[in-house]
């Protein structure tokens, strides 16, 4: 139903800074609640930040609060994540995905309600 394409990521130093983009298919995008989530080598896929539908509401997880920037453009079905001050950490493949149902904060978290994921685009952090 709706297909999500992510783009944007790629080798960054530290300290560095990327703008990713996840781009939906459909006439539908204003209704969905877009989100980021991020799994890194040998590690379990972890939220990161959601934003509602209007984009006048955002949240970021403790680890990434103040150097990752959430947005969101409906005109373009496009949501956006700008990701600042980047640690080796951070390096991961980063999704983007979609859900219709409410959720807020760390309660957005649970992968099993997101109802569209995208393939994921790799960023990786050199020291």
């Known amino acids: 139903q709706v297909q999500l394409v992510e783009s944007g990521g790629g080798l960054v130093q530290t300290g560095g800074s990327l703008r990713l983009s996840c781009v939906a298919s459909?006439?539908?995008?204003?209704?969905?609640?877009m989100g980021w989530f991020r799994q890194a080598p040998g590690k379990e896929r972890e939220f990161v930040s959601a934003?509602?539908?209007?984009?006048?509401?955002?949240f970021y997880v403790d680890s990434v609060k103040g150097r990752f920037t959430i947005s969101r453009d409906n005109a373009e079905n496009t949501v956006y994540l700008e990701i600042a001050s980047l640690k080796p950490e951070d390096t991961a493949v980063y999704y983007c995905?979609?859900?219709?149902?409410?959720?807020?904060?760390?309660?957005?978290?649970?992968?099993?309600?997101?109802?569209?994921w995208g393939l994921g685009t790799p960023v990786t952090v050199s020291s």
């Open positions: 459909g006439r539908t995008f204003s209704r969905y609640i």
């Open positions: 995905a979609a859900r219709s149902t409410y959720c807020s904060g760390y309660g957005c978290d649970g992968e099993s309600a997101w109802d569209y």
């Open positions: 934003i509602g539908k209007s984009g006048q509401s955002t």
